[in-house]
C-alpha cells in the first residue's frame, strides 16, 4: 500500500484515479489546486505523485519542477498524465523531472501498471539494483530496442 497525491482539476478523472488506486490497495488523496500541491505534498508525504499536466495557475510542468527542486519532495517519483501528446511532450515531461507520463484517455491497465513501476522502482530503489534476480518474465516488451543494427547500409 502506498500513499499518492493526485494533482487533477477534472473531478471525474480525479474519481477515476482514487477508484483505481484504491482499489489496487493504494491510499490516494487529491487536490484540485495545483497552488496548493506543495503543501499537501509536505503533508501528506506521499510515496507518489501524479499530476496532470493541464492546470490552470501552476501548470503540471512547473509543478513537477517545484517538487523537484524542493529539499524535502524531490526524491518521490512523479507521474504525468497528459491529454495532448504532441511531440516533444513526453522530453519536456521527462526533463522536467517525472519518472513516467501516460496519455488520456487513460488505459487503466497501463495507469496502473506505470503506478507499480515507480512505487517498485523507489521501493528497491537506492540499493542500486542488487535485487534483479535475472528471471524476467512480465516486462513490457518493446520499451528497449538494441537499435538500428540492420543488415546492409
Ligand atoms: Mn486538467
Known amino acids: 500500500m502506498a500513499k499518492i497525491l493526485i494533482v487533477e482539476d477534472n ?4 474519481k477515476l484515479f482514487c477508484d483505481l488506486l484504491a482499489a489496487h490497495g493504494h491510499e490516494p488523496e487529491a487536490v484540485t489546486d495545483s497552488r496548493s500541491a506543495l503543501d499537501a505534498a509536505r503533508n501528506f ?3 507518489l505523485v501524479i499530476t496532470d499536466i493541464q492546470l490552470p495557475h501552476v501548470s503540471g510542468l512547473d509543478l513537477i519542477r517545484m517538487i523537484r527542486s524542493d529539499d524535502k519532495l524531490a526524491a518521490i517519483p512523479i507521474m504525468a498524465v497528459t491529454a495532448y501528446s ?3 511532450d513526453e522530453e519536456r515531461i521527462r526533463a522536467a523531472g517525472a519518472q513516467a507520463y501516460v496519455t488520456k484517455p ?3 491497465v497501463r495507469f496502473a501498471q506505470t503506478v507499480d513501476e515507480l512505487l ?3 521501493s528497491s530503489g537506492r540499493a ?3 535485487g534483479n534476480g ?12 538494441p537499435g538500428d543494427e540492420a543488415s546492409a547500409t
Do not use: R, W
Not at 11 to 14: D, M, Q, S, V, Y
Not at 138 to 145: D, F, K, L
Open 128 to 130: 542500486a539494483d542488487s
Open 120 to 122: 517498485q522502482a523507489t
Open 86 to 88: 504532441a511531440q516533444g
Open 45 to 47: 508525504q506521499p510515496d
Open 134 to 145: 535475472g528471471t524476467e518474465g512480465s516486462q513490457e516488451p518493446g520499451v528497449e530496442e
Open 11 to 14: 473531478a471525474l478523472n480525479i
Open 106 to 108: 487513460i488505459s487503466v
